[in-house]
């Protein structure tokens, strides 16, 4: 391959695996080769931070420690300890993959590729890293912190926001890959990502493999990778309604079973450019067929997605007369809210209450 004929690849393999095994992290997930405990890492891992995942991944195994454990439990308990990480189809998808894993394969992740990257949620870079890390095998696992450390020590000047340039670095991490310890090279160029070649002022200096860096060499090393495309973001504005009614409880409704933060529970939300404020009350009692009593001001809460961004208009309504609910909604204790799953803007909301 072009990009890897200019490097000494055995003591690349060697300089990097070194460094891995003396300055990694003392991670949870990293306590044995489990292939449970690393597929549950590399999926809270995505567009999440290592210090915000480890709490979480220590709760997630305390309450789900086998696959089987996961695979009959109760999605409402799932999404409740995925509750705060985000991208909740994650959580979702994991959960139905792991079923499959136990009735299909006697509840042993498959070391396959084909079975593996056949699981719902398993993506390419998922699939490489459970087989190097977790089986070792040779296989890349090409995430963003993989590009930029191989953009820049290869010096590849393709859009690593463009879906074909992955087969660019998977297969510039095939002629690289230590085949005696696969597992140790992957997460020697994941940690080098996170911790010495991050995206602004790499830590070059400190590099185990500056001498191999053609971008070092060259002074680019700033410049690359190139990442041409920004998602648009947009914006919906909302009013909050945190409904309590004469007994002293609250109105939760479910989300649908598709789409953004599905089954999650919310306070009742309501456009802004649906109903305006000054006939917000009259929405209420037409809505939920009931009589608003008092309406006061909460803090207002801003939440943004990687896409979007909510501005959310708290409200803290008291209201009498019971309605019918439908099928989405119940009305909860302060107490019991803690047992529903609430996205992070809603758990915001709650801790006001």
Known sequence: MKYTSTINIPQFQEDLITWFEKEQRQLPWRENQDPYRVWVSEIMLQQTKVDTVIPYFQNFMEHFPTLTALAEADEQKVLKAWEGLGYYSRARNLQTAVKEVVAQYDAKVPDNPKQLGDLKGVGPYTKGAILSIAFNKPEPAVDGNVMR????????????????????????????????????????????????????????????????????????????????????????TYFVLVIQNDTGNYLLEQRPDQGLLAQLWQFPMVKADEVDEKHLSAYIQEKFQVEVVEMNDLEPVKHVFSHLTWFLNVKYITVKGEMSLPGHMEYLTKEEIKQYPLPVSHQNIYKQL
């Not at 005696?180 to 997460?187: G, L, V």
């Not at 090393?221 to 648009?232: A, C, F, G, T």
Request: charged letters at 25%.
């Open 149 to 236: 450390v191989l953009s820049r020590v290869l010096r590849i000047e393709e859009d690593i926001a463009k879906p074909k340039t992955r087969k660019t670095f998977e297969a510039a991490v095939r002629e690289l890959i230590s085949e005696e310890n696969p597992s140790a090279f992957n997460q020697g160029l994941m940690e080098l990502g996170a911790l010495v070649c991050t995206p602004k002022n790499p830590s070059c200096l400190l590099c185990p493999v500056q001498e191999h860096c053609i971008a070092f060499r060259e002074g680019v090393e700033q410049s690359l990778p190139i990442k041409k495309n920004k998602i648009k973001q947009s914006s919906h």
